[in-house]
């Protein structure tokens, strides 16, 4: 899996512990005043962080 690959997974078990209008809110052009940052990475470096209270964090790493 690549950094792109993974944050899809994190967005997706981060968007379980969320409400269907908060995954809406975070769904929203980066633009608009009601967007939520739920769904955002945290950071650029890895590991790879999303999410706040509970906080998702992975690394894919190779044998």
């Known amino acids: 899996m690549d950094d792109t690959e ?3 997974v994190l967005r ?3 968007s379980r512990d969320l409400t269907e ?3 809406i809110n975070a769904s929203l052009r980066r633009n608009d005043t009601r967007r939520a940052t739920h769904l955002d ?3 650029t470096r890895r590991p790879i962080h999303f999410g706040e209270n ?3 964090i992975a690394a894919f790493e190779k044998d």
């Open 12 to 14: 997706r078990l981060v």
């Open 21 to 23: 209008i908060e995954i």
């Open 6 to 8: 993974i944050e899809e």
């Open 41 to 43: 990475r945290i950071g």
């Open 54 to 56: 509970p906080y998702y």
